[in-house]
């Protein structure tokens, strides 16, 4: 079962609801459970979320390297090369966030 604090929307897994929140530290009668069908929601885009997440971290690490290799400026090419790879990847990185806000919309986080 799934069980979603009412306070701040944390949710949890088990037989029954935390004895508090381990975000807010509201008390278990702030939970209730979820239906079936969001829970089911919620399960079946876990792993797309965690990929979603997953490039956003590796898109910032990506940015991080361009411009590294814009800060040593070694010629017009790489240059060029380091801008573009660094814009691509925001992009990418802004499509996942996007994407994420749109299961959280959904009730799919």
Not at 39 to 68: F, G, P, S
Not at 70 to 84: Q, R, S, Y
Request: net charge neutral; glycine share 6%.
């Amino acid at each position: 079962m799934l069980w979603k604090c009412s306070v701040c929307g944390y949710t949890a897994e088990g037989e029954k609801a935390p004895e508090k929140c381990p975000k807010c530290g509201s008390p278990a009668e702030k939970f209730a459970v979820l239906p079936v069908e969001d829970a089911d929601k919620i399960y079946a885009a876990n792993r797309t979320n965690d990929i979603h997440m997953k490039i956003v971290r590796n898109a910032a690490a990506i940015i991080e390297l361009c411009q590294e290799g814009l800060d040593i400026d070694l010629d017009p090419g790489c240059h060029a090369v380091f801008e573009n790879s660094k814009q691509l990847s925001w992009s990418m990185k802004q499509m996942c966030k996007a994407e994420i806000a749109g299961h959280v919309a959904k009730g799919k986080w």
